[in-house]
């Protein structure tokens, strides 16, 4: 593999800058936007409840409208996005709307109750499905200093509860029990909340306090670094390989892979680091690497919690044992991704172990071969980390329902093959 590459933008802050930007009600021209299905669902829920934003090729327009925010008339179908879904609650339950919010099969089956519950204490009127989606909204009295626990580190519960009481115009004081991304937080500050944020151990207390924020004319999303990590093993378990991959977002609470690939010996290197609209970004350069196995330690899991099924690539082409644990929220993601990483790892004989909250990998050095299909659990980065095994395949690999791709790297096939991949159309 060679070449060099712009990242294609984050999903976590396409969304979120679609939803503050909503709340700022101005005219906002946003570069570097993530055009894939997950933030469009997100986009197309905003513009449901009166938002005005439209896209025009690489670049989406928030314009400042007359009308405040209204009930929708159509359900708000947020796709397959966890976030789009349980950001948008949050937003709603601010306002107030009524609202039904429904999503695909796979996002039906994911859990709600973590945020419906805070969101019921703080004084919002939600109906659910059994903690699942539908989900109905009614109205809401949100009220002032409300201070929550979180029981699981999740950013997604941790930036819905911001953006009540964002959009309810109240203050809140939020606790996680581990460092989760802090995009939401960052993008209030940009626009100058009042927000801040204590660390101690690893526990965080993030406070935020009303006021307006402030206008700006333009906003630039980061490059996604969880896309980027795709580009990242496949290189380092390429032969002979070297990619930069430009403008990438190095966001400390989301790049923890590259610490734990860097611990298994990966030849990487960060160049060119600034600061755009309140993110860190950079450039990446990747050379192919000697991995070995490690012990990937428990605290770091919530800032590598989408790469674990690419890690899980680069442990199965690894010298010696790698070995993943206090991951059991990978089982409500998309997919049970414990379980569809091991799936595949079995069919492509890799020696793995795999527990309730994680697994143990085996690397190999032959080539890998499967007879049978790799099935993706119609989730979008267990497709793209098993076409990436292909690498180190005799035969390639087929990966059976990689359409969901689309929900998060839509150019994934074509960054791929011009860095040097052959991933066929059926893939
Ligand atoms: C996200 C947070 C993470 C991550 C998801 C995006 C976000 O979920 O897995 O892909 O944008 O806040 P949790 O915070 O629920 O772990």
């Keep these: 593999m060679s070449g060099e590459i712009v990242c294609p933008g984050d999903k976590s ?3 979120r800058i679609l939803i503050i930007g909503s709340i700022l009600n101005c005219d906002m021209e946003i570069d570097g936007f993530l055009d894939s299905a997950d933030p469009n669902s997100t986009l197309n829920a905003l513009n449901e409840i009166g938002a005005s934003i439209k896209k025009d090729q690489e670049k989406v327009f928030l314009n400042k409208r007359n009308i405040p925010f209204h009930e929708p008339v159509n359900d708000l179908d947020l796709g397959n996005s966890g976030t789009g879904a349980r950001l948008i609650l949050g937003l709603i339950s601010g306002l107030g709307l009524r609202s039904k919010l429904i999503g695909d099969s796979s996002l039906s ?15 919002a009127k939600i109906d659910s499905n059994k903690g699942k989606l539908p989900i109905f909204t009614l109205d809401s009295k949100i009220s002032n200093n409300f201070q929550y626990k979180m029981p699981i580190a999740s950013a997604q519960v941790k930036s819905c509860l911001l953006l009540t009481a964002l959009a309810s115009e109240n203050n809140i004081k939020v606790i996680e029990p581990k460092i989760t991304r802090d995009h939401t937080e960052r993008m ?17 207390e993030i406070n935020y306090k009303f006021h307006n924020l402030t206008p700006k004319d333009s906003y630039k999303v980061a490059g996604d670094f969880s896309s980027a990590t795709f580009i990242i093993v496949a290189t380092l378990i390429s032969l002979n390989s070297e990619v930069l991959i430009k403008n990438v977002g190095l966001n400390k609470t989301r790049s923890g892979l590259l610490e734990i690939l860097k611990m298994m010996g990966a030849n990487i290197q960060i160049k060119n680091k600034k600061i755009e609209s309140n993110e860190e970004v950079g450039d990446i350069v990747v050379k192919s690497s000697k991995l070995i196995g490690v012990q990937v330690p428990k605290n770091i899991i919530p800032n590598i919690i989408d790469e674990i099924p690419i890690l899980s690539i680069a442990a199965a082409f690894a010298d010696g044992v790698t070995k993943i644990s206090n991951a059991s929220e990978l089982r409500v993601k998309e997919s049970d991704r414990l379980n569809a990483i091991s799936n595949g790892l079995s069919k492509l004989n890799i020696i793995h172990e795999i527990f309730e909250d994680g697994l143990n990998i085996t690397g190999t050095k032959e080539k890998v071969d499967s007879e049978k299909k790799i099935n993706s659990f119609n989730d979008h980065r267990i497709a793209m980390s098993f076409l990436i095994a292909g690498i180190r395949s005799k035969k390639g690999i087929s990966v059976e329902n990689c359409k969901n791709i689309e929900t998060s790297f839509p150019n994934f096939r074509n960054i791929m093959n011009s860095l040097g991949m052959k991933i066929d159309e059926k893939n």
Excluded at 109 to 120: D, E, F, G, S, Y
Excluded at 197 to 203: E, G, H, T, V
């Design 109 to 123: 089956n994911r859990p709600m109750q973590r945020v419906i519950k805070p969101l019921i204490q703080m004084g």
């Design 188 to 204: 209030i500050d940009y626009f100058g909340g009042d927000i801040s944020f204590k660390q101690k151990a690893n526990i965080g």
């Design 13 to 15: 802050i396409s969304q």
